[in-house]
């Protein structure tokens, strides 16, 4: 029995790794908060607003939205004739409303 006086009792160790594990949880949730913004502002779609009774400022934004995709040339040249001058006739639903479809723009 003399040989076993010397272990000394147990001894309580501090353990972190529980809030370690809980600031590694709460890092990847920031960075995937981050992330899906980020990739939730670059494919939002964007919607445009229009004031049909305004013909050369909707032609204007219409030309400035479709100037650069494929097969907008046609729908622009429709379009000039709303532009350039002082005194404009009504913007056409029919040529406004297939534009729209066409290049699906939201509104």
Same mark, same amino acid.
Do not use: C, M
């Given at each position: 029995m003399d040989k076993l006086k010397d272990i000394k009792s147990i001894v309580e160790v501090s353990d972190y790794s529980i809030y370690l594990f809980y600031v590694v949880v709460l890092l990847c949730l920031v960075v995937i908060a981050i992330l899906g913004y /980020? %990739?939730?502002?670059? /494919?939002?779609?964007?919607?445009y607003? /229009?004031? %049909?009774?305004?013909?050369?400022? +909707?032609? =204007? *934004? %219409?030309i #400035? $939205? $479709?100037?650069?995709?494929?097969?907008?040339? !046609? =729908? $622009?040249?429709? %379009?000039? *004739?709303? +532009?350039?001058?002082? #005194?404009?006739? !009504?913007?056409?639903? +029919?040529l406004f409303d297939e534009i729209v479809k066409k290049f699906k723009i939201y509104t």
């Open positions: /980020f %990739l939730y502002k670059k /494919f939002k779609k964007k919607k607003k /229009f004031d %049909l009774n305004d013909s050369k400022k +909707t032609a =204007y *934004q %219409l #400035e $939205i $479709i100037r650069d995709k494929e097969g907008s040339k !046609e =729908y $622009i040249d429709k %379009l000039h *004739q709303y +532009t350039y001058k002082k #005194e404009v006739p !009504e913007l056409d639903k +029919t």
